[in-house]
């Protein structure tokens, strides 16, 4: 089955920093998408995003299809972004399966 | 997304009992999945229903039985439950055509006693 890889593992930020976040994959895909899972367990979905570019507020995310990766920017970060980033993708012959990398935590301190 | 609703969203069992999870959509979703969240792991699928009928079966152990009785619901019953699947369940849907975005509920919050 396709391969998701997601960095860095961890994050810690001030308040009010950027950062990026990397989804890379194996194979081509049909479905890209970020979400955010707060501490209660929320799946928020963030993009559906398997090429192109996106912005939404403080986020932005890029996928390039062509080289297999996926892009998740958060600007100006705020305590609230705190949680678990995760890429999951579609693809490799299945209609149907997500497949999700195993997650970027992010800390945002005050 | 609070388009798919889950049913309850705290279950405490123990192993002997029966219960069931119920899960809601009204987008007019074809496609219709059950995930399995472990602490500190990414989501699991477990099974996909494409209308109304089983798709796909992830090797899941048979005390959990799912069952989609029309195109807005899905269930997944449980009996005989071990501890070690105590976890979180999301449900999700999509449309069903291929790479279509999937909407999850809130999920329910499973322990087994």
């Known amino acids: 089955g396709i391969q998701v890889e997601q960095s860095p593992p961890d994050l810690i930020l001030q308040e009010g920093a950027n950062s990026t976040l990397r989804c890379n994959f194996s194979?081509?895909?049909?479905?890209l998408q970020w979400f955010h899972q707060n501490p209660w367990g929320q799946l928020i979905n963030l993009f559906y995003i398997p090429s192109g570019t996106k912005q939404n507020g403080r986020l932005s995310a890029t996928t390039v299809a062509t080289e297999r990766y996926s892009l998740l920017y958060i600007s100006s970060s705020q305590t609230t972004d705190s949680g678990v980033y995760f890429c999951?993708?579609?693809?490799?012959?299945?209609?149907?399966?997500?497949?999700f990398g195993k997650g970027t935590l992010l800390t945002v301190n005050p | 997304d609070t388009e798919v609703t889950q049913t309850p969203k705290h279950l405490v069992m123990g192993m002997t009992n029966k219960k069931s999870l119920k899960c809601e959509q009204h987008m007019g979703h074809r496609a219709m999945y059950w995930y399995k969240q472990k602490a500190k792991k990414p989501p699991e699928l477990m099974f996909v229903?494409?209308?109304?009928?089983?798709?796909i079966n992830e090797s899941v152990p048979s005390r959990f039985s799912p069952e989609c009785p029309n195109s807005s619901l899905l269930n997944l019953h449980l009996h005989a439950l071990q501890p070690e699947d105590s976890a979180l369940y999301l449900c999700?849907?999509?449309?069903?055509?291929?790479?279509?975005?999937?909407?999850f509920g809130d999920g329910t919050r499973l322990s087994i006693l």
């Open positions: 999700a849907s999509s449309h069903d055509r291929v790479g279509q975005p999937q909407h």
């Open positions: 229903y494409s209308y109304e009928k089983l798709s």
């Open positions: 999951a993708v579609g693809g490799g012959g299945s209609n149907y399966k997500l497949t």
């Open positions: 194979d081509s895909v049909n479905n």
